[in-house]
Antibody
Framework: EVRLLESGGGVVQPGGSLRLSCAAS????????MNWVRQAPGRGLEWVST????????FYPDSLQGRFAISRDNRGNTVSLSMRRLRAGDTAIYYC??????????????WGQGTLVTVSS | QVVVTQEPSLAVSPGGTVTLTCGSS?????????PYWFQQKPGQAPTTLIY???NKHSWTPARFSGSLLGGKAALTLSGAQPEDEADYYC??????????FGGGTKLTVL
């Protein structure tokens, strides 16, 4: 059974940093790309980042390039999202989602339950 | 800035049929955009219903189907059930591995 468990959410002050993690199980981790998708309160879904199976390729929307960084540990079966210079608009539930292949060019099949990040003073 | 458009809300009667659409502000949606459709119920994480325009996952109810229709991606629900009441999001892929979600359609079954 594929399982994705996010952690690391919480309250952070504007301008601060936070690192989210997603622990994966139930599949051969390094043969799938991994992704982060977020959802602000009462709003729609927004793609945040993708990393391919061997970690050599990362992708971001232009709006987040430079502030967010995705990484993965294929030995520990985890994917992380480092976020810096956080602002109120980054407040959201952050979901970890598995890609359908290793390439990072396919989109998501399985989703975690999400972790809430609140940026507030 | 590309915008992916969906109907904000739709309603369908139990047992009825409804089609949700997904358009792109820069032109027709094609299979090259690899349209995906997701369902999200209140307080829950999204689930993936349709991938690459028409393909279903093992957990996708047979009453859902995906297609291209009039230059848009489409999700058709045939034989709506009360449990299908949810938000539905489409996702299109663009060059440079960019992915853009639509704003979502709130589907009411009444």
């Amino acid at each position: 059974e594929v399982r994705l468990l996010e952690s690391g959410g919480g309250v952070v002050q504007p301008g601060g940093s936070l690192r989210l993690s997603c622990a994966a199980s139930g599949f051969t981790f390094n043969t799938y790309a991994m992704n982060w998708v977020r959802q602000a309160p009462g709003r729609g879904l927004e793609w945040v980042s993708t990393i391919n199976g061997d970690g050599t390729g990362t992708f971001y929307p232009d709006s987040l390039q430079g502030r967010f960084a995705i990484s993965r540990d294929n030995r520990g079966n985890t994917v992380s999202l480092s976020m810096r210079r956080l602002r109120a608009g980054d407040t959201a539930i952050y979901y970890c989602a598995r890609g359908r292949s290793a390439s990072g060019r396919d989109n998501f099949d399985f989703w975690g339950q999400g972790t809430l990040v609140t940026v507030s003073s | 800035q590309v915008v992916v458009t969906q109907e904000p809300s739709l309603a369908v009667s139990p047992g009825g049929t409804v089609t949700l659409t997904c358009g792109s502000s820069i032109g027709a949606v094609t299979s090259g955009h690899s349209p995906y459709w997701f369902q999200q119920k209140p307080g829950q994480a999204p689930t993936t219903l349709i991938y690459d325009t028409t393909n279903k996952h093992s957990w996708t109810p047979a009453r859902f189907s995906g297609s291209l229709l009039g230059g848009k991606a489409a999700l058709t629900l045939s034989g709506a059930q009360p449990e299908d009441e949810a938000d539905y999001y489409c996702l299109l892929s663009y060059s440079g591995a960019r992915r853009i979600f639509g704003g979502g359609t709130k589907l009411t079954v009444l």
